[in-house]
């Protein structure tokens, strides 16, 4: 693997996709690891043209995620992370909390549930009657309702355009209708696998030479 580097390129990380998560990994490893040589490849034009680009553009509040759970932990820190990244970039973003509602009685146990796993996650939620929904939204019809203050939008293509600069600002380099050489594919292959063998590694190792497939 070594001499199949040396013979390549020179990076220390090589990031294949330019959506959010091929962008964040690259901004995240340029932080921790300021002296790394960072490339990251996109194949088309230009970044977050793919699923990033056109998704609904939530912060969620990771209400719905089973208590305990990577996911449920993960979305609330990444809904605090993510608002305080546009703060810092000036990537506008609005919380504007979510209403979630039941508009037939067959659908009120459904919402008990998702009330009660709002309070074991620890996602801040309230109970509505349809008047204050009504106040907050008037064209929602409804019998009850959640009201969850800490969902956000944010357009996703400009949060990655931050991260972007931001990597371009660490030194990291960015190449569009680019993918990486057959050899380097298979290294990523069998990056992954050694991945899958390996727990996370310690911010006090040797830097680590690997291909992330975003
Ligand atoms: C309908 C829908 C709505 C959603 N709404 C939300 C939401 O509101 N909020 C939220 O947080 N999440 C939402 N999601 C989920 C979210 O959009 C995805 O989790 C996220 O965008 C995935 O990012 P990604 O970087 O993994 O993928 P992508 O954005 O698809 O990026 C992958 C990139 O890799 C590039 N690539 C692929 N192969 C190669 C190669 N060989 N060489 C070089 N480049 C390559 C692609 O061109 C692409 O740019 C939604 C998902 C869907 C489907």
Do not use: W
Not at 84 to 106: N, S
Not at 135 to 142: A, F, G, L, Q, T
Not at 167 to 187: A, F
Request: aromatic letters at 8%; charged letters at 25%; a positive charge.
């Amino acid at each position: 693997m070594q001499r199949l580097l040396k013979r390549q390129s020179m990076y220390d990380f090589a990031i294949i996709g330019g959506g959010i998560v091929g962008l964040a990994t690259g901004a995240a490893l340029g932080r921790r690891y300021p002296f790394a040589r960072i490339l990251l490849v996109e194949k088309e034009v230009g970044f977050a043209q793919h699923q990033t680009g056109r998704n609904s553009g939530v912060i969620h509040s990771g209400i719905y995620y089973k208590p305990g759970s990577l996911k449920a932990e993960l979305a609330q820190t990444g809904n605090q992370s993510l608002r305080a990244f546009c703060y810092e970039y000036g990537v506008p973003f609005d919380v504007c909390g979510k209403l979630i509602v039941a508009t037939r009685p067959e659908e009120i146990p459904q919402l008990d549930k998702i009330f009660d796993r709002a309070f074991e996650n620890g996602v801040p939620a309230t109970r509505l009657r349809p008047e204050e929904v009504k106040e907050i939204e008037p064209h929602v019809s409804c019998i009850a309702a959640i009201r969850v203050p800490t969902t956000g939008i944010v357009d996703y293509r400009q949060v990655c355009h931050a991260l972007v600069h931001e990597i371009q600002q660490q030194g990291g380099e960015l190449k569009v209708r680019n993918t990486l050489p057959h050899q380097l594919r298979r290294l990523a292959q069998r990056s992954r696998s050694e991945a899958r063998g390996h727990g996370t590694e310690g911010h006090d190792r040797p830097l680590p030479r690997r291909v992330f497939r975003a």
